[in-house]
């Protein structure tokens, strides 16, 4: 059994392993091999120790192997890793052997760190070196197959032995980190930063070095001085001064007759072409000459060939000839047919009127001479759309100067296909978009000599061109045609014949054609120029029989060229044989049309098939340069940029194509692509090795900053394409910029346009070959191999698209990674700063990046940033546009806007591209808006980049284009069924979506190339078609996004009559020398009308450009999640939310404050008897005014506010609150005064026996004052005598006073709960429950499951049911509070008042709930309430009783009585102490009124000036964060998280006291300012019942009308009922005046004792509390997030749908734990939700709900609304690390495992905690 033991597992030979994987092979085959041995049958210890021995030797003999493989190929580091490992163990490097013998579980050691350290190693070396490094240094710290830890001398030793083995080969930021750890290291601070560096969250000592070499890089770049060109006013000055000198009369007269002269010379530039205004909206025709260059720049725009054939002449109709006028004589007959024909042989020709209309050309070339370089580039070419004609030669007028415009001419393009003959079998070449300018081809020149009546060189030239279906050139016989042209003679227009590759083309190669206008013998520096550059010469003769000197010189100059001249004679019909072969000549007078132009056809032919030259325009460039034209290229600006832009693209051209964005780009290629990917994966978070999707979120977060930091060594610095390129940009003038910008994108088409081309035939060679084996019948497996080299080919189509945009998003991503790690720099600013400028001057811009799939939403955001400081924050429609790739979309946007979106050279850029549209003024007035936006898609379904992703992609970027438009054009091409499938299914989705986030953009249906669009019948069936394959879509649609849909009217607004534009086919023939439909551009225009006509209905939709910014980050960040409708927030709604609550908390405070005032003067006027009844109608009336000034005040701002389209979704809710908060605030001021008048009227009985009692002492007293009147009596015998009578008196009411009934209390709750509860054996339940005892819940005894509940959450049941019975609790407290204040008798309707809101708040518990509330519950609760507040009930009566006993009141007002008594004795004398008793008794009333007006006046002072209440409940509670923050007192936050409502109401309490007490002491200030007013009033008050009552003739009871009259004047301001003052009105005081002036000297004293005690006053001073009035202005919903405790931020109680709020916080404050563990949770509820974890909402086991359908868990979790959204405050995350111990106590649980505190969150400061809060 031995024997056959050791063969089968014999060991291998001694190893040779040269690579990691093959040494863990081997150790697997060790751990198999003592494995084996060990559990053999039979096995002894000594063959388990050889087998162990054996096992130790092979081990160290690999390891030894593979670290001399590792030593021979340099790789250090790895070599490193293993030794690192290996030393751990026990391996000896000298002898490559182990300390001591291996087991199976050291190999698996080996085996498992291994394996961990190398995959983490090259994960992050891919991504960042020095942290790869870093994870090596901390593993060498750390490693140890030991539980216990290395000690500092071991982890000493391991650090020199690693630094010692890398040395010179550390990167910069590993040096920085052992650096700053080298003097003393601490090794636990060591190991926590290489961590942190890891995690790429370190702040690298070298970074702030690093950052400032950047930032002078920057700098550096923006001050290069590149040599600036002269600027366009500068080089033009001269030039203009000295053309508007020599320019000739009639040129200029011609130019003011079309209102061009303040555009002469060059001051057209193309912002005229692309603005939008009010009438290119109609296809009118001009009614005045003025209107001929707009009307003709319009139509160029829409490519409408007819512009050419524009006039305007007087009259109704300016078509027909006038009529001349006739005299009588003239109509008589003539006398003879020879006097006929003698009128005719002597009739002059009509003069030309001056007044006749223009000649189109002359409109044609006076708008070329008033536009500048860039305007003529664009109208040239529109005009070669149009296969029109184009100036090639120009003479300037009035001069002798020639122009020859190859800019105008430099961005045509082309497409034929000829035949090359360069073999036997002639092959067919493709030419497709190429610029003209730069194609050789063979030029021939028509020249006339001569002057042809017959005959017209132009329509010869239009028959060969285009066989006289189309007129290229103008000429005579075209409609508006006439014989005076001022401005044509002389130039040299130049066209090109396009072959298509058929057999029926008029030449087989790509042929020039030009026309010198005019006789030939005038132009003899033009003839020259044509000469030198023709292939051939086409001459019109005429009159050659009589041919002056000067044209028989020119003819015989071309006779004796070597370039072949044919003649056309106008005056020979034939002409005889034996000419030349080089000379041809053909009489053409009265020839069959056909048969000459055959004829001529082929002669040319013939002649171009010899050797003859070949010349591109830029070749002309020199010649023309010889003659001295004016050559627009050699502008200085276009020179220098032209030099700029060559010198950069020669740097392209030393790479490799498709490796210059990878070399010279680096940002975009695969960092930026990581970054992408790290950053989708934020949205998407999941628990990750058993770390919290928060320590999974910090991770990313560090990852993505590594990236960044990548980026920026990558970037910087900047390589020798960027820092030029930026520098050039930022230094030149704006025309520089634009001539460079042009330059770039012709000479990077030229860089890749051939290669692409080629790149894509072999692409699509493929494809076909690849679907041609899909079809084959055999079924055979597709070869792998084509599928590899077809993605291969499609990587490399990607990688060799380089263009002018690459280059743009190349500074895009520079800004986003600066922008990331450093803070804002002027030069860093200058990033965006360029591209706003391009925007504004008509580039189009990259919105997002089609090859990462990716928004940056920095860049584009700083883009917003910088346009709106530069235009100010406009107002603008976006229209978006949505269509496949090839589909005429680029044409018609080009068609209708003038815009180049389509980004050259056949790239296929992927992505959404923005360019700006301004409207002019008028039209902006009528729009409502400043600027369109048009943003298009590049790349939808592009074959090169089709595959699953893309599909997903193209998807993502249709949702994001139509949910940032307000209008969507949709373009349709042709009747293919799968390509309209395509674009309607992206278009049906994303329309889908955008209704169910509430967005609601239109789209307009574009079908193009639908054949005939006139049959009425053609249109129906094809709408109906339309309309059936939009319903189909829509339904496949909806079952995707899971909703119920049928239609696609559903969806949108959409009538299929209006929504879909048909549209001709683009070109009249077959192109390449079809020009453009006239159909086509009259469906432009009225397409374009349309737009505008929605534009102008969808004025609630349209953004400003800082609203449009955050419309653009919340649907990409939306579209991030898997579920965009589930994650989309609407920022900006939100924005505009908290703005109306801001404004709704004014509103409210006004009408509160407003209602208070009411309140205290109604008081005022009950408790003065002078007010027995309130109304609704009077309450209302008293407010009316008020509440109708803060209406209009709503509907204004409702009205007028910037977004009050948005706004008008709220409209109705907020008037509904408004109306039920003046409700309420009425409905309380009603019950309080009705209260009042009814306890008022309760002790109205009582009164009046205390009055009937007062009235008889009052008598009596004055009896005995009579007596005792005139005597000179002491006050000492005067107060003898009073008590003699008030003892007697005293006696008499004792005896006769009936005493109060004293109300058994307990008796009578006893009665009215048996009354209540009817209950058998209840009176001994009442007597035998417990007093003096809290009420405690017994859920089995209180509650009862509902039978269709499958199971009951006790702990839940216990929470809700615990928070219904405290609120039962504290209102029936609050109530008997309020009794206890108002000083009530006790009242048997005080026990069902307890019973009703036991009952109510019984009745709140939620008909979902899974049980039910027993009646044990209501007699327990009712039992302990009525109990407890018996006793209070007691203390209430008995004080009551008291107050009111007769003896005891009268007793209570003796001293008054004896006042009253003593004056009664002194007469007249007695005014004085009248006016101080007077006082005393205003003294306490003054008191209470300064209380109440001063409470609410500090409320209103702090609301309008402490910032803490100047906005909603959102602003406050911030200022509470920041408060706790700064007191750093967990007892407060704990408070605050969990009673938040009663933490307000302290922390609004300490505010008020702190803002009143504080070392201003305002509370002294508000009292005075109170006091002074209401002083005011009692002077006024004295003065004015003085004045009403002193000149009353009776003299009898003027005291009386007096006090009556000051009463009155004071009812509504202080309590002072006219009855406490009875004992004043019978005094014989008749000197009114008198008793006024002893007021005034009586007042102060009562005055000055007031601010004696305000001095000493704080807030028990006031019944009615500030802070409770601020505190009631602040109230709205204060639900608590379920899972994390957040309150709810709606301010409005009662708020209409759910709960939400901005920010959610970790759920470990609120509790929540992983079940099983002692682990605290972390993450945040709203990452939570978008994640696949899934939570118990009970302590129980069952059930368990998915976050992401978190409704499902019911109340509170179903009235939530909580939206996927990572971002959380650093102010929570700050909370958590710094009171970790605290939260750990408070819940009994710890933050370990997967509850662990991200490192990133520990170094959070204070600091950066408060600053985020300040963020808006």
């Known amino acids: 059994m031995q024997w056959i033991f050791q063969t089968d597992h014999r060991l291998p030979k001694t190893p040779n392993v040269s690579e990691l994987e093959e040494l863990l092979q081997t150790l697997q085959q060790m751990m198999e091999h003592i494995h084996a041995v060990t559990y053999a049958p039979g096995t002894s210890a000594p063959a388990v120790q050889e087998a162990k021995r054996e096992a130790t030797l092979t081990t160290g003999l690999a390891i030894h192997s593979l670290l001399r493989s590792l030593q021979e190929r340099a790789q250090k580091d790895m070599e490193l890793l293993v030794l690192l490992i290996a030393t751990s163990t026990g391996y000896q490097v000298g002898s490559s052997t182990f300390q001591h013998l291996l087991g199976h579980a050291e190999i698996q050691y080996l085996a498992q760190a291994m394996a961990v350290a190398h995959e983490q190693y090259v994960t992050l070396k891919d991504q960042d070196t020095a942290r790869a490094e870093a994870s090596l240094l901390l593993m060498g710290l750390t490693v140890t197959p030991q539980s216990k830890e290395l000690s500092p001398e071991q982890k000493r030793e391991r650090l020199l032995f690693m630094e010692g083995h890398m040395e010179g080969l550390w990167s910069t930021g590993t040096k920085n980190v052992l650096q700053k750890h080298r003097e003393c290291p601490d090794w636990e601070m060591l190991e926590r930063d290489l961590n942190s560096f890891i995690g790429g969250s370190l702040e690298e000592t070298g970074d702030d070095v690093r950052m400032q070499n950047i930032l002078k890089d920057m700098e550096d770049t923006f001050q290069t001085t590149e040599p600036s060109s002269p600027s366009k006013s500068e080089s033009g000055a001269n030039e203009s001064k000295a053309n508007e000198a020599t320019a000739n009369q009639e040129f200029l007269q011609l130019l003011k007759r079309l209102g061009l002269e303040s555009h002469y010379p060059r001051k057209m530039g193309t912002g005229h072409f692309h603005i939008i205004c009010k009438t290119s909206l109609h296809d009118s025709q001009p009614s005045k000459d003025q209107e001929l260059p707009f009307h003709f720049l319009q139509k160029l725009l829409t490519v409408d060939y007819r512009m050419r054939y524009l006039t305007c002449g007087d009259g109704s109709n300016p078509r027909l000839a006038p009529v001349l006028e006739t005299t009588k004589q003239e109509h008589e007959p003539s006398d003879s047919f020879e006097n006929f024909l003698h009128c005719l042989k002597e009739a002059a020709p009509r003069p030309a009127t001056s007044d006749g209309h ?294 392209l051209k030393k790479e490799k194509l498709s490796e210059i964005k990878s070399q010279l780009l680096p940002l975009q290629g695969k960092l930026w692509h990581q970054w992408c990917q790290k950053d989708k994966e934020l949205t998407r978070l999941q628990e990750k090795g058993g770390r919290s999707i928060e320590h999974h979120r910090s991770h990313i977060e560090s990852e993505k900053a590594a990236i960044r930091r990548k980026q920026l060594e990558r970037a910087f610095p900047l390589n020798q394409l960027m820092k030029p390129f930026l520098g050039f940009l930022q230094s030149q003038p704006a025309d520089t910029k634009k001539y460079f910008l042009q330059w770039m994108k012709v000479f990077m088409d030229d860089l890749s346009s051939d290669r692409l081309e080629e790149l894509r035939r072999d692409y699509h060679k493929l494809w076909s070959e690849i679907l041609e084996k899909k079809k084959s019948k055999e079924k055979t497996s597709l070869n792998p191999e084509l599928l590899s080299r077809l993605e291969a080919l499609s990587d490399e189509i990607n990688d060799s698209s380089v263009g002018l945009e690459h280059l743009m998003r190349e500074v895009g991503q520079i800004y986003e990674a600066l922008e990331a790690t450093s803070s804002k720099n002027e030069n860093v600013v200058k990033l965006p700063q360029m591209a706003a400028e391009l925007m504004v001057s008509g580039y189009p811009v990259e919105l997002m990046d089609g090859d990462a799939s990716y928004l940056p939403l920095r860049w584009v955001g700083a883009i917003f940033d910088s346009l709106i400081e530069r235009l100010g924050d406009k107002r603008v429609f976006v229209l978006s546009v949505l269509g496949l790739q090839s589909t005429g979309k680029s044409t018609l946007l080009n068609a209708m806007f003038g815009l180049q979106f389509n980004v050259s050279a056949g790239r296929c850029t992927r992505g959404a591209f923005m360019q700006l549209l301004p409207l002019d003024e008028q039209l902006q007035q009528d729009m409502g808006f400043d600027y369109m936006l048009v943003v298009d898609t590049e790349g939808l379904r592009a074959i090169e980049m089709a595959n699953k992703q893309s599909l997903n992609h193209d998807n993502e970027l249709a949702t994001f284009v139509i949910g940032i438009g307000n209008v969507t054009l949709i373009n349709v091409f042709g009747e293919n069924p799968s390509e309209m499938q395509d674009v309607l299914q992206i278009a049906v989705q994303a329309l889908l979506r955008m209704k169910k986030v509430n967005l609601s953009p239109s789209c307009l249906f574009v079908h193009q190339n639908v054949g005939e669009v006139t049959a009425k019948e053609q249109n129906m069936e094809g709408q109906r078609r339309f309309q059936e394959k939009l319903d189909e879509m829509t339904v496949a649609a909806a079952q995707q996004e899971c909703c119920v849909v049928s239609s696609f009217s559903d969806v949108i607004r959409f009538d299929v009559n209006t929504h879909i534009h048909y549209f001709a086919h683009l070109w009249e023939g077959n192109p390449p020398m079809a020009p453009p439909n006239p159909a086509y551009s009259h469906n432009v225009q009225q397409l374009k009308s349309k737009i505008l006509q929605a534009a102008k209905e969808s004025q609630g939709s349209i953004l400003t450009l800082s609203s449009l910014k955050v419309r653009i980050g919340d649907l990409w960040n939306a579209l991030l999640n898997e579920n965009f409708v589930f ?276 009745n709140s518990v939620s008909s979902d709930a899974p049980f039910r509330v027993n009646k044990d519950y209501i007699i327990d609760l009712s039992l302990y309430l009525c109990g407890t507040a018996a006793e209070r009930f007691k203390a209430m009566h008995e004080a009551f009783r008291k107050a009111n006993d007769p003896v005891t009141y009268l007793n209570s007002k003796r001293e008054d009585y004896f006042t009253c008594f003593q004056m009664s004795c002194q007469g007249a004398t007695s005014v004085t102490a009248f006016a101080v008793f007077l006082r005393d008794k205003l003294a306490p009333a003054l008191r209470r009124a300064i209380s109440e007006r001063t409470a609410k006046a500090i409320a209103g002072d702090m609301q309008g000036k402490v910032p803490d209440f100047q906005g909603n409940r959102a602003n406050l509670d911030v200022c509470i964060l920041r408060f706790l923050a700064q007191e750093e007192k967990f007892q407060y936050f704990k408070r605050y998280l969990k009673h938040p409502e009663e933490f307000f109401q302290w922390y609004i309490e300490r505010r008020v006291e702190s803002y009143c007490l504080g070392e201003s002491r305002r509370l002294e200030n508000f009292l005075d300012s109170s006091l002074d007013v209401l002083y005011g009033n009692i002077l006024s008050a004295v003065a004015s019942s003085t004045r009403r009552v002193k000149d009353r003739k009776d003299q009898k009871d003027k005291i009386s009308l007096w006090l009556d009259e000051f009463c009155r004047e004071l009812t509504e301001l202080i309590n002072l009922p006219r009855s406490d003052l009875k004992g004043l009105e019978h005094q014989e005081i008749t000197d009114i005046e008198f008793l006024s002036k002893a007021m005034a000297e009586a007042l102060p004293a009562m005055k000055d004792k007031l601010r004696e005690e305000f001095a000493v006053a704080d807030l028990r001073w006031f019944e009615r509390k500030p802070h409770t009035i601020l505190a009631e202005q602040f109230w709205g919903c204060w639900a608590q997030c379920p899972f994390c405790g957040a309150v709810c931020t709606n301010t409005m109680q009662g708020h209409d749908g759910d709960h939400q709020l901005l920010f959610h916080r970790p759920q470990a404050l609120r509790g929540w734990w992983f079940r099983g563990t002692e682990e605290l949770c972390v993450d945040i509820c709203s990452s939570s939700v978008a994640s696949d974890r899934r939570f118990y909402p009970t302590p129980e086991d069952y059930p368990i709900y998915p976050y992401k359908r978190y409704r499902d868990a019911g109340p509170p979790f179903s009235n939530w609304k909580i939206l996927p959204d990572p971002s959380m405050q650093a102010y929570w995350k700050w909370f958590v690390s710094h009171f970790r111990t605290d939260i750990e106590t408070w819940h009994d649980k710890k933050f370990q495992g997967r509850g662990e505190i991200p490192e990133a969150w520990q170094r959070i400061t204070k600091q950066e905690a408060l600053a985020e809060l300040d963020k808006p």
């Open 358 to 651: 223009l000649h189109p050309m002359d409109l044609q070339m006076a708008i070329f001479h008033c536009t500048d370089d860039f305007m003529r580039q664009s109208i040239a070419t529109k005009l070669a759309f149009c296969q029109l004609a184009l100036p090639l030669l120009v003479p300037k007028p009035g001069t002798a100067q020639i122009e020859f415009p190859l800019w105008a001419l430099s961005q045509i393009k082309r497409s034929w296909k000829e035949a090359e003959k360069s073999g036997q079998q002639p092959r067919m070449s493709s030419h497709n978009n190429k610029l003209i300018h730069q194609a050789e081809t063979p030029i021939v020149s028509f020249i006339r000599v001569g002057t042809s009546a017959s005959s017209s060189k132009s329509q010869l030239l239009n028959a060969l061109l285009s066989k006289q279906r189309h007129d290229t050139f103008f000429h005579r016989h075209c409609q508006g045609s006439t014989r005076e042209c001022l401005l044509m003679a002389g130039v040299v227009e130049i066209a090109w014949y396009c072959p298509r590759g058929s057999p029926d083309d008029t030449f087989e190669c790509c042929v020039a054609f030009c026309n010198l206008h005019g006789d030939a013998r005038d132009h003899g520096a033009q003839l020259q120029f044509l000469q030198e550059i023709s292939a051939l010469n086409v001459a019109l003769v005429s009159d050659s029989e009589h041919m002056d000197d000067r044209g028989k010189k020119l003819l015989c100059d071309l006779w004796q060229s070597q370039t072949p001249l044919v003649c056309l004679l106008t005056d020979k019909e034939k002409v005889a044989a034996g000419q030349s072969s080089k000379t041809i000549t053909i009489g053409i007078k009265n020839r069959n049309e056909a048969e000459m132009l055959d004829e001529l056809t082929k002669t040319i032919r013939n002649l171009l098939e010899g050797s003859n030259p070949r010349f591109s325009l830029d070749a002309c460039l020199d010649k023309a340069r010889l003659h001295g034209f004016l050559v627009d290229e050699d502008r200085p600006e276009c020179v220098t940029a032209k030099a700029k832009a060559k010198e950069l693209v020669t740097l």
């Open 1127 to 1402: 994650s989309f927030k609407n920022s900006l709604e939100i924005a505009v939310y908290r703005k109306l609550e801001t404004a709704f908390s004014q509103w409210t405070w006004r009408l509160r404050s407003h209602v208070l005032d009411v309140q205290m003067r109604l008081d005022n006027r009950i408790r003065n008897g002078d007010f027995q009844q309130v109304t609704r109608e009077h309450l209302e009336g008293l407010v009316q005014e008020t509440s109708d000034a803060i209406v209009t005040d709503m509907k204004n701002y409702f009205r007028e506010e910037k977004h009050c389209e948005m706004l008008s979704q709220w409209k109705g809710s907020t008037e509904r609150k408004l109306e039920e908060l003046k409700e309420n605030l009425l409905h309380e001021t009603q019950k309080k005064c009705e209260n009042l008048i009814e306890l008022q009227k309760t002790q109205s009985k009582l009164d009046a026996r205390k009055s009937e009692y007062e009235d008889e002492l009052l008598r009596k007293s004055r009896e005995l004052a009579l007596t005792l009147k005139g005597k000179s009596l002491s006050e000492r015998e005067l107060r003898d005598k009073f008590t003699s009578l008030w003892n007697k008196w005293i006696a008499e009411v004792s005896r006769a006073a009936p005493p109060l009934e004293r109300v058994d209390i307990d008796v009578e709750i006893e009665n009215v709960l048996l009354e209540h509860f009817k209950e058998p054996g209840f009176h001994a339940r009442i007597r035998s429950f417990p007093k003096h005892r809290g009420f405690s819940l017994d859920l089995k005894k209180h509650i009862t499951k509902k039978k269709d509940s499958k199971t009951l959450n006790v702990s839940n049941v216990d929470v809700i049911l615990q928070d219904i019975t405290d609120n039962i609790i504290k209102r029936v407290w609050a109530n008997i509070d309020k009794k206890e204040q108002e000083k009530r008798d006790y009242s048997r309707t005080f026990i069902h008042e307890i019973l009703h809101e036991v009952q109510e708040g019984v």
